[in-house]
């Protein structure tokens, strides 16, 4: 008897789970407004990053510029850095990343992303969040006039993509909403 209230408790449990994760399914709808705040979330880290690189920027703009780039991430992301001189990649935190980006040793440094687009599909995982994954090709100008160098490479990344509900309060309500944050960027190739 015992064990059959707890095989019942079990299955009553598991078929709740079951209807809670179905009624919480993204509408074709809704995930369509989610993958285009994706993409323009990937699209506002691109405008950060060629502006904290750049060396035109001042100081106090380009933190700033972390500060909000910073934003887009969930905790503890990475960012991959590759060099055609190297196969090693290098992960630094988001944060640290930037500020290496700022103090890279050119004194004329141009960054832009192109072909951005998903790989993968949003896909829900045990914890409730989606995930899916954008890739992107970043091309890298840095050129330094006193020696006459000049780096250039090309690096295709991937962009890990965490999307959950969230809630807020607005006038006294709660109200959720689905939200997009940044994760990993991972390098997967780099040429010249």
């Known amino acids: ?13 598991a078929s709740s ?16 407004a989610i993958d285009s705040l994706a993409l323009e979330k990937v699209k506002d880290l691109s405008k950060y990053i060629a502006i904290i ?8 703009e380009a933190n700033r510029v972390m500060d909000r780039a910073e934003e887009l991430f969930a905790p503890g992301a990475e960012m991959g850095v590759s060099s055609i001189n190297s196969s ?18 050119y004194d004329r440094v141009n960054i832009t992303w192109y072909d951005i687009q998903y790989i993968s599909d949003l896909e829900r995982q045990p914890d409730g969040r989606y995930v899916g994954v954008i890739t992107i090709f970043q091309r890298f100008e840095g050129t330094s006039i006193e020696t006459g160098m000049n780096y ?11 999307v959950e509900k969230k809630q807020t309060q607005i006038a006294g ?20």
Do not use: C, H
Not at 177 to 186: A, E, I, Q, S, Y
């Open 88 to 105: 090693e990649i290098a992960y630094y935190k988001v944060r640290r990343y930037f500020e290496r980006l700022m103090a890279l040793n």
């Open 17 to 32: 789970l079951t209807a809670v994760a179905q009624s919480e399914n993204i509408s074709p709808a809704r995930k369509q």
């Open 53 to 60: 690189g750049s060396k035109d920027t001042q100081f106090s």
């Open 1 to 13: 008897m015992k064990n059959t209230l707890i095989l019942f408790l079990g299955l009553f449990l």
């Open 173 to 192: 309500r709660t109200i959720e909403f689905w939200d997009v944050m940044l994760g990993d960027v991972r390098v997967t190739e780099t040429s010249a």
């Open 152 to 162: 250039k490479d090309t690096t295709k990344k991937d962009i890990t993509i965490y």
